[in-house]
């Protein structure tokens, strides 16, 4: 058993390092997130300097709103392919050196949210859709295949806090991992999918959902935690 007057000092440690540490609210935007967020949509110019700043462009991409882009890594990690339409208040942000690659045909909701950190990917395949509300948060890999249907409010997470009763959770390291969502899956609502799992080709995911496990591929799922309740006839 740990000793707790043990704990409760390196508890003491692990909140004066939270009180040092910058808090993210004073982080200021930079100069190209300025210029990106605020230039007229749907414009070749807006195009253009989308290339300018190092974001691989398609055609045929249409904006609902401008796109509030993010960078504390390289611009040249984003990749929007042809035919991609986004809907108002999307936020594509990326850290250190973590990739977001949009494939040909994705459409992306209102209020979508990807973040891409360390060397993490998100990759969404051709003709997939994202609802509303919808956070993508990878620090490893998270890659949803082609023709998908991601519906409102899911919550999708290749990573993870540590959990020590020694330190404050804000103060751990994360445990990063993989989510792998194959083609032709659909996840209703509200749907929460945790790291290092796997949902197979063509499975359904009901409403309000908890995948902490991998899927049978064409089956039919349900719960908290999600259990397979029948198959894709």
Avoid at 13 to 22: A, F, G, T, V
Avoid at 77 to 99: H, P, Q, W
Avoid at 153 to 161: A, E, G, K, R, Y
Wanted: charged share 20%.
């Amino acid at each position: 058993m740990k000793n707790m007057s043990d704990v409760y000092e390196k508890r003491l440690q692990s909140l004066n390092n939270l009180k040092i540490n910058k808090n993210r609210s004073k982080d200021k935007l930079s100069f190209s997130n300025i210029i990106l967020n605020n230039l007229f949509i749907n414009s070749f110019f807006y195009k253009i300097i989308l290339k300018i700043f190092g974001i691989s462009v398609g055609k045929n991409i249409y904006f609902n709103g401008p796109i509030n882009f993010i960078f504390k890594g390289p611009a040249k990690n984003i990749s929007i392919m042809n035919d991609v339409s986004f809907g108002k208040n999307i936020t594509l942000k990326i850290r250190e050196n973590g990739k977001i690659i949009l494939s040909d045909k994705v459409y992306l909701d209102d209020n979508v949210r990807f973040v891409a950190a360390r060397d993490g990917l998100i990759k969404i395949g051709e003709g997939t859709e994202i609802g509303a509300n919808t956070i993508l948060n990878s620090g490893g890999e998270i890659t949803i295949g082609k023709f998908c249907m991601i519906s409102n409010n899911c919550n999708i997470n290749s990573s993870s806090h540590g959990s020590s009763v020694s330190k404050y959770i804000m103060d751990q390291n994360h445990v990063h991992g993989f989510v792998d969502i194959k083609n032709d899956v659909w996840l209703g609502g509200f749907v929460t999918v945790t790291y290092n799992t796997t949902i197979n080709e063509g499975a359904i995911i009901g409403a309000n959902s908890l995948v902490t496990k991998d899927i049978e591929s064409l089956s039919i799922n349900y719960g908290s935690p999600t259990k397979k309740i029948s198959n894709r006839i």
